[in-house]
């Protein structure tokens, strides 16, 4: 298969450097980068960081059910 891409140009330079530097042909190092890409598991974006996972709160705030009963009851629409 062929593929076509449209690079930036400080991205082909360092391709074009680490090729020259590495002593592979450009099509070898995208090839193995590209096979080193697919095998590596994906960085997950959905978990939380270990700061918040831990983080206990500030133990004199109220709680939030706290101010429940200061809130106004909800307006009942009139459909007609």
């Known amino acids: 298969m062929q593929i076509t891409i449209d690079l930036p140009p400080d991205l082909e330079q360092d391709l074009i450097r680490k090729a020259t530097q590495s002593n592979i042909p450009l099509p070898t ?42 809130l106004l009851p909800p307006r009942e629409e009139k459909l007609f």
């Open 29 to 70: 190092l995208i090839l193995q980068v590209l096979r080193h890409q697919m095998q590596t598991p994906p960085i997950s974006n959905s978990q939380w960081s270990e700061a918040i996972l831990s983080y206990q709160g500030v133990p004199d705030f109220p709680a939030f059910e706290s101010y429940r009963d200061e």
